[in-house]
């Protein structure tokens, strides 16, 4: 099993932590790579809280911090941050980190069905605990549901052909592992990219939707601003053009303002702004990447509360 080593860990914990005695809170917690490196940076009168959906993460959290009072270990989603923060009376709060990779662990856990390179059960739920599997779903899902996700939600130009192999193929039996619909989609793609593997946009499209990523994403950053204290930073780790489209445009919102209308007489002072941008995205080394394929696509953005 490959050991989880989290993305632009250095960067991401340098953007993050502007106060050594502040309240930090680690969205995605995973392994605990940047967790870690955090808690390092803070003093005994720093905080920090670790938020995940899965059960093994959690464990993994608990074991290697369950002694370390300056630690508040959450299992949840965190679009429920807002909720996390009022239970545990953590403000004022200084910063907040989301990685949005799934976690290499994860990924070599066959029995978790998000990998096209091992065969295992088809389920993609990042929550065990609750919830419909990518299995489920496809035994029912209408065709052109099919391939609405996999064109919304993982750009797949060849999504009616899956859409219709899928279909075809549960009239003869049930699609229950990963090794099933991989076989699946590569006879419906004619033309491969040598460099891609013919499941993957299929795959991220279907985890996607099955976990409702970028709901999850959305429903976070709206609930983040108003609770960050004024210099506050939101770091955010994006791994593919829909996520980091979605955080692009809302710091970029959040950093011009109220929309007004044109030629209105409102001195630029007072038009009411969110946040900053801090420096430009950031993306990882060639040097990280080389230690690191997974990191190839990642990409940082980073903003700060202005009041």
Partial sequence: MTEHESVLKQEAVEALVMKT?????????????????ILDRLTEQGRMMVIDKDQAAIEHAIDKYGDDSRVVVVRGSFRNIADFVAEYDFQPLDGVLVDLGVSSTQLDQSERGFSFNQDG????R?????????????????ERDIIFILRKYGEERFARRIARNIVDVRRLQSITTT??????IETAIPRRDPNKHPATRSFQAFRIYINDELGELETLLEATVPLLVTGGRLVVISFHSLEDRIVKRFMRNMAKGETLPDRLPIPDAQIKRHLKLV????????????????????????????R
């Fill in 21 to 37: 005695d502040g309240a930090f809170i680690d969205c995605t917690y995973g392994r605990g790579g940047h967790s870690e490196m």
């Fill in 121 to 124: 059960p088809l389920d993609m």
């Fill in 126 to 142: 990042m929550d065990q605990s609750r919830g419909q599997t990518v299995a489920e779903w496809l035994a029912v899902a209408e």
């Fill in 179 to 184: 090794q099933q619909l991989v076989d699946i």
């Fill in 279 to 306: 420096g430009k995205p950031v993306k990882p080394s060639a040097k990280e990447i080389e230690r690191n394929r997974r990191a190839r696509s990642s990409i940082m953005r980073v903003s700060e509360k202005l």
